[in-house]
């Protein structure tokens, strides 16, 4: 049985850091596209960062480029999100996601293409 299971959420003042992991089970996910998309309370799901297969092409979403930053274990099969900077509107629910098989730059933001998704974790940036 495939699992995603999140950490390294919790609450943290803004400017402050947070490191969340995701360890994936159940199969091999050297193959597996793997990224993170979060979920404020009141707003839908939207996608934060992602890292292909391969480990040639990362995407961030506007509202975090240049603080966050998406990298795999040497096992790939976690996947990590530095978060630096932190700003009270990045509170949400996080969620690690795999997908497997490449993926292209176009449809790294549409959570409808990932296979796996984790029962997330929650970050409260607090002001």
């Known amino acids: 049985q495939v699992q995603l299971v999140e950490s390294g959420g919790g609450l943290v003042q803004a400017g402050g850091s947070l490191r969340l992991s995701c360890a994936a089970s159940?199969?091999?996910?050297?193959?597996?596209?793997m990224g993170w998309f979060r979920q404020a309370p009141g707003k839908e799901r939207e996608f934060v960062a992602v890292?292909?297969?391969?480990?040639?092409?990362?995407d961030y979403a506007d509202s975090v480029k240049g603080r966050f930053t998406i990298s795999r274990g040497n096992a790939k099969n976690t996947v990590y999100l530095q978060m630096n900077s932190l700003k009270p509107e990045d509170t949400a629910v996080y969620y690690c996601?795999?997908?497997?098989?490449?993926?292209?730059?176009?449809?790294?933001?549409?959570?409808?293409?990932?296979?796996?998704w984790g029962q997330g974790t929650q970050v409260t940036v607090s002001s």
């Open positions: 159940g199969r091999t996910f050297g193959s597996h596209s």
């Open positions: 996601t795999a997908k497997l098989g490449e993926i292209t730059r176009a449809t790294m933001p549409d959570d409808r293409i990932y296979n796996y």
């Open positions: 890292l292909s297969a391969s480990g040639g092409s990362t």
